[in-house]
């Protein structure tokens, strides 16, 4: 329970950290919520992210061994950004707000949250 509380912390960081940065081409909340309101769209937003992460995604990357294989790695960036815009679908249904402008978005951003989820795990891990 504890590794998945921490993954949903550090994913929502990540997705908060990738929406700072992308501007205008990804958002998480309404504009004009409060910040107690932003926040829990955040974690709201990164519960979904986690669970698709935990069970989705493991699917999808044993499916696509052979064409990840065959494109050095890279098929994980789609792969990748399809999840991140399978979530913001799911968090639709959910009445969250979480919005991605297209897929090339979606790659940067995944490339983004990669990157911020190394971070941000990192330094969670070190302070154990």
């Known amino acids: 329970m504890e590794r998945f509380l921490s993954t949903w ?3 929502s960081v990540a997705l908060a950290v990738a929406a700072w940065l992308l501007g205008d081409n ?4 309404d504009s004009g919520a409060t910040t107690f309101g932003r926040i ?3 974690l709201g937003v990164g519960l979904v992210f986690t669970i698709i992460n935990a069970f ?3 699917i999808v990357k ?3 061994i052979p064409f990840i294989i065959i494109t050095l ?9 399809l999840l991140l ?3 913001e679908a799911i968090t639709d249904a959910f009445d969250l707000s979480f919005m991605i402008n297209g897929f090339g978005w979606a790659v940067v951003a995944s490339i983004v949250i990669s990157i911020s989820q190394t971070v941000v795990g990192s330094l969670f ?3 154990r």
Do not use: H
């Open 73 to 81: 790695g890279l098929a994980l960036l789609v792969i990748n950004a």
């Open 40 to 42: 829990l769209g955040i």
């Open 85 to 87: 815009l399978l979530t």
């Open 62 to 64: 044993a499916l696509s």
């Open 26 to 29: 990804m958002a998480i909340g």
């Open 56 to 58: 989705i995604a493991p």
């Open 9 to 11: 912390l550090v994913s």
């Open 125 to 127: 891990a070190s302070r």
